[in-house]
């Protein structure tokens, strides 16, 4: 059975920061990008974050580029987004997915074939 485990989300202050976590198992054989989405209140999922498979690239979101960092350590399957500088609006239910692919990392939530049952980070002013 295919899980995506996320960690670390919380309520805190803005300016706080917070590091969330997801440790997939069950997964099928092959290369997986992994990426960090999130679902703020009333409004569109959105992507935050991304890693290539190969660890060789990452990418963001505008709202988060030089807050927030997503890395995963060599021969660990544990997936990290570091969050800095948090601000309200980074209020959401945090999702990690996996994209099983060759290919560059993907903005679109449905190129993504796994998905986490999220972890809430409350951010207040």
């Known amino acids: 059975q ?10 805190v202050q803005a300016g ?4 969330l976590s997801c440790t997939p198992s069950g997964l099928p054989d092959g290369n997986y990008n992994m990426a960090w ?5 009333k409004r569109e999922r959105e992507f935050v ?8 690239s990452t990418w963001y979101g505008d709202s988060v580029k030089g807050r927030f960092t997503i890395s995963k350590d060599d021969g ?5 987004l570091q969050m800095s500088s948090l601000k309200p609006e980074d209020t959401a239910i945090y999702y990690c997915a996996a994209d099983r692919t060759y290919s560059r990392i993907s903005l679109n939530a449905a190129d993504y ?7 809430t980070v409350t951010v207040s002013s």
């Open 2 to 11: 295919v899980q995506l485990l996320e960690s670390g989300g919380g309520a």
């Open 16 to 19: 706080d920061s917070l590091r």
């Open 37 to 41: 989405f999130r679902l703020p209140p």
């Open 49 to 56: 974050a991304g890693i290539h498979w190969s660890r060789i």
């Open 76 to 80: 660990s399957v544990t997936v990290f």
């Open 113 to 119: 074939d796994y998905w986490g049952r999220g972890t």
